[in-house]
Structure formats: structure tokens, C-alpha cells
């Protein structure tokens, strides 16, 4: 009789078999499968998205934010308000990220940036819709090297 365990992940399962000993193929094809499912759990996890918000919607809020972020461009550098540390930053523009989330009135999605000394942020962007127009309400600092912010949208 095959041994086997499974792996449940998002309501799907995953049912793997057990190699036998010695089985080095077997435990071969086992390792990269793991890998395989950390590496996509993981993304899915720092990734939001609602699939929900689709066609110009999704299109109008990417390019909102894309036309803030240009807008808001002086020398190459996004420039934000810091309200935590109190600073002016200058940020490069690396990438809007594809997930958007509904909270409360905004769609809220986000973009990566570095500064001049390589530290990494991950800004959210409040996008408002306003008689079907798109626009960016606020711009707001979420991540610093990875360390989240808290702030809350709801209510």
C-alpha cells in the first residue's frame, strides 16, 4: 500500500505521494514540488487582489495611480510626505503592483520604490472614482524594508 500525505492550500488539496526509501527521484520530484508550493503560497499571500474588480475599473485605478506617480515626479523622484518620520521623500519608481482591493470607498493597490541609499518602500495609493473619473486621493507609506505600517480604511 502507497503512503501519501496531503497539503491544503486556498481549498485546494494536494495529495503527494510518500517515496519509498531510497527513492531518490521520488524525493527529488517531493523537494521541488515544496518549493514550488511555499514559493506560491507565499506570493499569494503578500499579493491582495479582488478579482471581482475587473475590466475599466482595474484599468482606470492602474492608471491613476501611474499618472499621480508622474505627476508627483520632480528630478526622477516620486516625492512623498513621510508623516512617521516627519521627512520629505524622494523616492525611484520600480513597479505598480496588479492587485487592487475595494476598502470602503477607495480601491487601494500599490507600487515599489528605493530611495538613494537602496532602502525599499511599498507606498498604497486611495484611488477614488469621482463622476467616472479616477484619481488618487492620497499616497501613503505601508512598508519600510519589508516592516509593514498599520493604518486602517475601514469606518
Not at 511555499?38 to 491613476?64: C, E, H, M, V, Y
Not at 513621510?82 to 507600487?111: M, N, P, Q, R
Amino acid at each position: 500500500m502507497m503512503k501519501y500525505f496531503a497539503i491544503k492550500c486556498a481549498s485546494v488539496s494536494y495529495l503527494i505521494l510518500k517515496p519509498k526509501s531510497g527513492g531518490f527521484i521520488m524525493k527529488t520530484l517531493l523537494t521541488i514540488f515544496v518549493i514550488f508550493f511555499a514559493l506560491t503560497a507565499t506570493n499569494s499571500l503578500l499579493a491582495a487582489d479582488d478579482p471581482s474588480i475587473q475590466g475599466k475599473t482595474r484599468i482606470n485605478t492602474q492608471k491613476a495611480m501611474a499618472d499621480h506617480i508622474q505627476d508627483n515626479t520632480y528630478n526622477s523622484s516620486y516625492i512623498i510626505y513621510d508623516a512617521v518620520t516627519g521627512e520629505l521623500l524622494k523616492l525611484k519608481f520600480g513597479e505598480l503592483h496588479k492587485g487592487i482591493v475595494k476598502k470602503g470607498e477607495f480601491y487601494v493597490s500599490c507600487a515599489d520604490f528605493t530611495d538613494t541609499t537602496g532602502s525599499k518602500y511599498d507606498l498604497d495609493f486611495l484611488v477614488v472614482e469621482n463622476g467616472g473619473d479616477f484619481e488618487v486621493f492620497e499616497a501613503i507609506v505601508h512598508k519600510v524594508d519589508g516592516n509593514k505600517r498599520k493604518y486602517s480604511l475601514e469606518n
